[in-house]
T-cell receptor
Framework: GENVEQHPSTLSVQEGDSAVIKCTYS??????FPWYKQELGKGPQLIID?????GEKKDQRIAVTLNKTAKHFSLHITETQPEDSAVYFC????????????FGKGTKLSVKP | NAGVMQNPRHLVRRRGQEARLRCSPM?????VYWYRQLPEEGLKFMVY????????ESGMPKERFSAEFPKEGPSILRIQQVVRGDSAAYFC????????????FGQGTRLTVV
């Protein structure tokens, strides 16, 4: 079955710097890759997603890139702010899986003011 | 448009008791998914339901766990005879359709078995 690896597990940056989180997946049939932000005590919040027919997608300070050949995708956050501090999860979904997502183990991002 | 609503937010059960977790999907969403999250871990898929149907329960333990999504009312995840290892956060998500449509999560139910 599908397996999603996420790195790093923790990431600390200074306010204003960029943060990059990387994920790899194993099943080439995966075609949907969302990213979720989870704050302490809350549920995961969808922040951006990308589909396999697109190589890059951007939404203000957040961007996601996808390399289908290498089977990896990355989250880029620019001009980080303290409120970006949270745990970020990548996920992958396989065509025909009817929607269930396989999650990475998460990256705890700390943005120091 | 309210988001995905889960209740209770926190649930404490003694070993051997039953736990019932409820999930009301977003308005207009007919697809519900349950995930379990252990401390410091990612979310693990448990079950996917549509109204009155279990579509995929490949992630759900064979014993003591069951889920339903009746025609009327919320989806229910039921855990019978709970054990300490069942302590976790249980999240429900809903989506409007299948085939990789966006899934939105609720706030979760944190189950503690004492």
């Amino acid at each position: 079955g599908e397996n999603v690896e996420q790195h790093p597990s923790t990431l600390s940056v200074q306010e204003g710097d960029s943060a990059v989180i990387k994920c790899t997946y194993s099943d080439s049939a995966s075609n949907y890759f969302p990213w979720y932000k989870q704050e302490l005590g809350k549920g995961p919040q969808l922040i951006i997603d990308i589909r396999s027919n697109v190589g890059e997608k951007k939404d203000q300070r957040i961007a996601v890139t996808l390399n289908k050949t290498a089977k990896h995708f990355s989250l880029h956050i620019t001009e980080t702010q303290p409120e970006d501090s949270a745990v970020y999860f990548c996920a992958a979904s396989i065509r025909g899986s009817q929607g269930n997502l396989i999650f990475g183990k998460g990256t705890k991002l700390s943005v120091k003011p | 448009n309210a988001g995905v609503m889960q209740n209770p937010r926190h649930l404490v059960r003694r070993r051997g008791q039953e736990a019932r977790l409820r999930c009301s999907p977003m308005k207009g969403h007919s697809h519900v998914y349950w995930y379990r999250q252990l401390p410091e871990e990612g979310l693990k898929f448990m079950v996917y339901l549509q109204k009155e149907n279990i579509i995929d329960e490949s992630g759900m333990p064979k014993e003591r766990f069951s889920a339903e999504f009746p025609k009327e009312g919320p989806s229910i995840l039921r855990i019978q005879q709970v054990v300490r290892g069942d302590s976790a956060a249980y999240f429900c998500a809903s989506s409007a359709g299948v085939m990789n449509t966006e899934a939105f999560f609720g706030q979760g139910t944190r189950l503690t078995v004492v």
